[in-house]
């Protein structure tokens, strides 16, 4: 059974970072390519990152790019997102989901796994 479980969500002042972590099992990590997705409260799920199954090739939203470096390490089977420069429209509840294929068009990825969430408050 795949799990996904994330973690380092909290609340922070704008302007400040977060690095969110996850931590996969019941898979062969290393074989499929992972993402960050977020939704805030009353939205629809946002693609927030993107990575393959070696970590050479990483994708972001418009919304993050420049303030968010997703990373991988396959022999701990984790993928985590670093989060800086964070801003009050970055609060939502981040989650942790497996692809089921790479690729570098946002319309052509699925998710079929997600973790439980954690979440993310960036306010004053």
């Known amino acids: 059974e795949v799990q996904l479980a994330e973690s380092g969500g909290e609340l922070v002042q704008p302007g400040g970072s977060l690095r969110l972590s996850c931590v996969a099992s019941?898979?062969?990590?290393?074989?499929?390519?992972m993402s960050w997705v977020r939704q805030v409260p009353g939205k629809g799920l946002e693609r927030v990152s993107w990575?393959?199954?070696?970590?050479?090739?990483?994708n972001y939203a418009d919304s993050v790019k420049g303030r968010c470096t997703i990373s991988r390490d396959n022999a701990k089977n984790t993928p985590d997102l670093q989060m800086n420069s964070l801003r009050p429209e970055d609060t939502a509840v981040y989650y942790c989901a497996k692809l089921v294929r790479y690729s570098d068009v946002v319309e052509e990825l699925e998710n079929d796994y997600y973790g439980q969430g954690t979440r993310v408050t960036v306010s004053s």
């Open positions: 019941g898979m062969p990590f290393s074989t499929y390519a």
């Open positions: 990575i393959n199954s070696g970590g050479g090739s990483t």
